[in-house]
């Protein structure tokens, strides 16, 4: 996979230590024969390059530039890249899959026994990212860009194909009572795909009124406070009985609870939060219950379907974005990001 090595410098927001960053020259990427350069246009800060400034997640270990939520125009090409060339206006997936593993053969390319992340420094591997000028990404994660996305619309791809694919590994019914957990980014996201898959009654939980508010806006038909009361008030709107389906995406223990006990026996429950390692689960509810537990990682090939959605007007990303600013005003805005200001939701970075 490329590093940054050698070349002419160019600029890239850095994170030299936990919590520090500095905005400087680096070495300009070198291209494969199977790669592309791209002079990056935009890239939106991920709540998981928040959490791994600080060092809380092992998996932005210094020095690395980090940024996989990214769009924009292809600058060259390797020898083997034929179907694109200089000027193409492109995203890129998070996920570098190898095409070649059991995985990547059965289409499961997020499963990849050779999984690499953009913006990605961890024990295995160190893969720099996109807060940075340029960036190199094999052609098989390339997606060209339809007109009506715009470069700051292209960089809410990769958080709107995780909820897709959420979708996807969700076993919905038209008219299904459906319970959200966390309305995040993802989760809104998660509350605007489940409306266009025809469920019914659509309940969204949350701490925050605010974004609560959002989640009526994008189709919620009831909203709760995530509060020891949240359970009891889900059974009360959905007759005593529960939910078909719930989706929780903040990936930690009482949450995780919540969802559980919101669903009706038989129900299924997919996991997209992964905030805690680990989690108590109350096994008891699940096995008596006989609740189904689905896992969902990242995105398996859903880009294309996802910039359809966004250039048809079908989701709204654009709600999302709380602000745009310059890559050399990066740090400042991750540390307003890491205190949690409040209403700040999406940044976008522009080198």
């Known amino acids: 996979m490329s590093e940054y090595i050698g070349g002419i410098a160019m600029k890239a927001l850095v994170l030299k230590e936990y919590n520090h960053f500095v905005f400087e020259d680096a070495p300009m990427p070198e291209i494969r024969e199977d790669e592309a350069l791209a002079r990056v246009k935009a890239c939106a800060v991920c ?11 092992g998996r932005r270990i210094p020095s690395v530039v980090m940024g996989h939520e990214a769009s924009g125009v292809v600058e060259k090409t390797g020898p083997l890249v034929t179907d694109f060339a200089a000027g193409d206006r492109v995203t890129f997936d998070s ?26 420094s961890c024990g295995e591997y160190r893969q720099n990212g996109a807060f940075a000028e340029y960036v190199a990404v094999p052609r098989r994660i390339l997606y060209r860009l339809p007109d009506a996305v715009t470069f700051e619309r292209a960089s809410m791809v990769e958080p709107l194909s995780v909820a ?8 919905v019914v038209l008219g299904d009572t459906a319970v959200v957990v966390g309305t995040g980014m993802v989760g809104l996201l998660v509350v605007q795909t489940l409306k266009l898959a025809g469920v019914g009654k659509l309940i969204a939980v949350d701490l925050d009124a605010g974004r609560l508010e959002l989640a ?20 009360r709107l959905t007759g005593g009985r529960g939910a078909d389906i719930a989706v929780e995406v903040v990936g930690i223990a009482p949450t995780v609870e919540l969802a559980v006990g919101s669903l009706k026996k038989g129900g299924a429950l997919t996991l997209v939060g992964n905030v805690s390692p680990e989690v108590k689960l109350p096994l008891q509810a699940v096995v008596t219950r006989e609740i189904s537990l689905h896992g969902s990682c990242a995105s398996s090939g859903e880009y294309d379907v996802c910039l359809d959605l966004i250039a048809s007007g079908k989701v709204d990303v654009d709600s999302f974005i709380s602000a745009v600013a310059p890559l050399a005003e990066g740090a400042s805005w991750f540390d307003r990001l890491h205190a ?12």
Request: with cysteine.
């Open 47 to 57: 709540g998981s390059d928040v959490h791994g400034m600080d060092g809380s997640t």
């Open 95 to 120: 996920t570098i899959y190898c095409g070649e593993c059991y995985y990547c053969r059965q289409g499961k390319i997020n499963l990849c026994d050779n999984r690499r992340v953009l913006g990605v």
């Open 164 to 171: 897709v694919h959420a979708l996807r590994n969700t076993p």
């Open 216 to 235: 009526r806006k994008f189709g919620a038909t009831d909203t709760v406070i995530s509060d020891p009361n949240a359970v009891p008030e889900i059974l």
């Open 340 to 351: 949690g200001e409040k209403g700040l939701m999406k940044v976008i970075l522009k080198p």
